[in-house]
């Protein structure tokens, strides 16, 4: 019997071993008992479900601040052998972006890394694949194979970061919603665009963004989706809901400001409150609500505003690290770049908190969004591998703009809602979220090894059946004489 039982052991140690090799692509989800049947299944296998006779999609997104500065999703590429990326979900930018064969990165031409989930793309392996021309939708054209003029399209993000590509059309899909879709194959890539496990960025903005190039969303919203899409970030991992909104996601009442540039997702910030005192500040401009970029990025007038009223409040709360000792303002303090501390939870309430004021839409009065001392500051890792905590608002020097990145967006469940041209927020319910490889001995295996070894002790003991019947058919028949 010891026997039979290391059998099945090695029997699930194998299938384990083909899970986490990606030989067999299966993820578990963690997701919350509490949710409603209508779209548990769309949790698992990111299928289309309706409600109020709207299709939407809900996919789960891997990452996160405190893991790799980015949320993710799962997009599938051409047919019929679907090509899988991971790619950065980004509503600061219009363009879906994947690596192509042959990339190469624009700093020491080493090849650009490749999907974990089948390699770079590769249209010729795809029969619905199409290579734009110069002449459909772009100025810029190139070479490209047998193509003499494919159309080029290349885009600066404000991390410093560059990306080129060509523009092609092809089936792209989210489970089992597809449709035909345009995006641009990566030729060459700076070193720091997206790359590890995810490769790829999915640009969520607006056509306007994007020269003209109508964005994948868009094309998800001319085969059926509402112009609407929702998203909840959470520590680890996240929520990607496409087509409307889902009422598990948040709790009370969603409340909207007007989109005031159909870019970005643009909107109007009314005041900047830190403790109890407004920033002396005379003007603000159009903040962009920007999921592509992990912390809050201030103008440099609005951040100096910012640090004299925080180190002001020095009077009041006297002693707390990198901001005041004895009353008076300390260096090096939280303001500095790379600087880490060590900050229990009693010394990181001590903090003010901060409200953001948004116009209200449809004639509502302005609502503030209130961030604690835990939203604004990142958990990261000291060179030893410590646990710290840093400063998560920068200046972004002459910038004209506010950007609103993962890190304050986290605290609330965010609404894109393009048809009516607005943005709403309301306090994000469980978004407990995470996609990660089936661990060894899961539930799921834990049940194999059962099954597997009911089935070599009924296979041992069919063997052992035939055998003994095949042992009484061998015996010589032997007549005994009394």
Known sequence: ????????????VISELLYATKLVPINLIKKNPEYPEEYKRAVHTNQPYEADNNTIIFTVMGGGTDQIGEYYCEVSFGGPKKQLFKVDVDTGSSTMFIPGVGCKRIEDGKSCVGSDLGGPYDYKKSVSAEIQNCSTYCDQCSPFGNFASACVVGVSYGDGSEVIGYLVSDIVGIGDF???????????????????????????????????????????????????????????????????????????????????????????LRRFVIGNVDLDVSYFPMAIIDSGTTLLYLTDSIYKAMVNTMTAQCQIIKDLPGLCSKGSAVYPSIFDSLVCWDLSDDIL???????????????????????????????WKTVSDAPCKMFGIKSAGNQSLIIIGDLFMRQYYIVFDRENDRIGFANVGNCSFEIENVPLFSGRSLALLVVLCVLVIISVSVFAFFCFLKHRRDEPNVEYIN
């Open 349 to 379: 309430e001590k903090y003010p908190s901060f409200e953001l004021y948004f116009r209200g839409s449809s004639g509502n009065p302005d609502f503030a969004l209130k961030f604690s001392p835990e939203a604004y500051f990142i958990n």
């Open 178 to 268: 597809e449709t035909r879709a345009l995006f641009a194959q990566i030729s060459r890539e700076s070193r720091s665009f997206p790359n590890g496990e995810v490769v790829g960025l999915w640009g969520m903005a607006y056509e306007n963004l994007a020269n003209g190039i109508t964005p994948v969303f868009d094309f998800f919203v001319q085969s059926g989706l509402k112009d609407i899409f929702s998203m909840c970030l959470g520590p680890k991992g996240g929520a990607l809901v496409l087509g409307g909104i889902n009422d598990t996601l948040y709790t009370g009442e969603i409340q909207y400001t007007p989109i005031v540039q159909k870019k970005y997702y643009g909107v109007s």
């Open 1 to 12: 019997m010891s026997k039979l039982f290391v059998l099945c052991f090695i029997l699930v």
